[in-house]
């Protein structure tokens, strides 16, 4: 039901960017980069090329892209094909984003929707392969959906909700997912924030798979938080502090940091690198000792 939903959902909102955009000549090419590893000596790389077939704008396109997958760790290897269909339009007051394809065997892809009023909504569902070495070798694929909520307090004060679930392809295990954000607004002119970052989760079969499943999670980071334009250049960067514990074991120090750069949108032509650490556990987690984790991301957009 959720891979139909997934591939009718934007091959239905591609048809109507195709018709939106009939008769332009624009078109663009983009790349999209990813690579991650962690202490368990776990690694994630991804590099995929698209070219969009109609290219309105950046919150506006359809096409192709293909991607090479490879997941590796301690003594094994495996890697993936992709190709996909994506795109991004809107419907009505509601912007989306998203892409439907698959690795010979599963349907993947990714689709989300957003309003753009202040109190903006958000509905996703993700599809993608299980990057553990059990995932990688048997082919499962993990699926995870929800929705969030930004909240506008006041002029200072804003704080967003989330809900999820999480499917891992293999077993009965179903993963709930609460997260929630509060922020303060610090020096607006100087685009620094304070911000509260909780997060908690619940495994409805715990250690059932070779990925971190206690039955349950809990953390909670203090992150100082800035973002500012520069000559047309937004600049980012995080830093948290905090507590992290799961169920029969005890608190534990949680850390993150985070750097961003995104580049003007100069005749649609944009790059964006996004880097950070957190030792807090991600999917491919054994629980095994000291944790860490580090990613870096590229995408890059050119439009002719």
Same mark, same amino acid.
């Given at each position: 039901m959720i891979r139909t939903g997934i591939a009718m959902a934007l !091959?239905?909102?591609?048809? +109507?960017?195709?018709?939106?955009? =009939?008769?332009?000549? &624009?078109?663009?090419?983009?790349?999209?980069?990813?690579?991650?590893? =962690?202490?368990?000596?776990?690694?994630?790389?991804?590099? #995929? !090329? +698209?070219?969009?077939?109609?290219?309105? =704008? !950046?919150e506006h396109w359809w096409g192709a892209k293909v991607e090479h997958a490879r997941f590796s760790g301690d003594g094994w290897?495996?890697?993936?094909?992709?190709?996909?269909?994506?795109?991004?339009?809107?419907?009505?007051?509601? !912007?989306?984003?998203?892409?439907? +394809?698959?690795?010979?065997?599963?349907?993947?892809?990714?689709?989300?929707?957003?309003?753009?009023?202040?109190?903006?909504?958000e509905f996703f569902v993700e599809r993608d392969t299980l990057e553990t070495r *059990?995932? #990688?070798? *048997?082919?499962?694929?993990?699926?995870?959906?929800?929705?969030?909520?930004?909240?506008?307090?006041?002029? &200072?004060?804003?704080?967003?909700?989330?809900?999820?679930?999480?499917?891992f392809g293999d077993g009965d295990n179903l993963r709930t997912h609460l997260r929630g954000n509060l922020v303060f607004a610090l020096a607006p002119e100087q685009g620094l924030s304070l911000q509260l970052r909780t997060r908690y989760y619940r495994n409805s079969e715990a250690f059932e798979g070779d990925y971190y499943s206690p039955p349950w999670y809990g953390e909670a980071l203090g992150v100082l938080a800035w973002r500012r334009h520069i000559g047309g250049y937004q600049w980012s960067a995080r830093a948290g502090w905090g507590r992290q514990r799961s169920a029969g074991d005890e608190s534990k120090r949680a850390r993150m940091l985070g750097v961003g750069l995104e580049t003007p949108r100069w005749k649609d032509a944009w790059l964006r690198v996004d880097a950070g650490y957190t030792d807090t556990p991600v999917l491919a987690d054994t629980g095994a000792g000291r944790y860490a984790y580090r990613y870096v991301q590229v995408q890059a957009v050119m439009a002719f």
């Open positions: !091959l239905l909102a591609c048809a +109507g960017v195709a018709r939106a955009d =009939d008769g332009a000549a &624009r078109q663009a090419l983009r790349a999209d980069a990813w690579a991650s590893s =962690d202490a368990d000596g776990n690694e994630t790389q991804k590099l #995929a !090329l +698209g070219w969009d077939v109609s290219h309105r =704008d !950046l290897s495996e890697r993936e094909q992709r190709i996909y269909l994506a795109g991004a339009g809107d419907l009505g007051e509601w !912007l989306w984003e998203g892409k439907a +394809g698959s690795n010979g065997d599963d349907l993947l892809g990714s689709f989300s929707v957003h309003s753009q009023d202040p109190w903006r909504k *059990r995932g #990688a070798q *048997r082919g499962l694929v993990q699926t995870f959906a929800g929705a969030s909520i930004d909240m506008p307090l006041s002029q &200072r004060w804003s704080a967003t909700a989330l809900a999820g679930a999480q499917d």
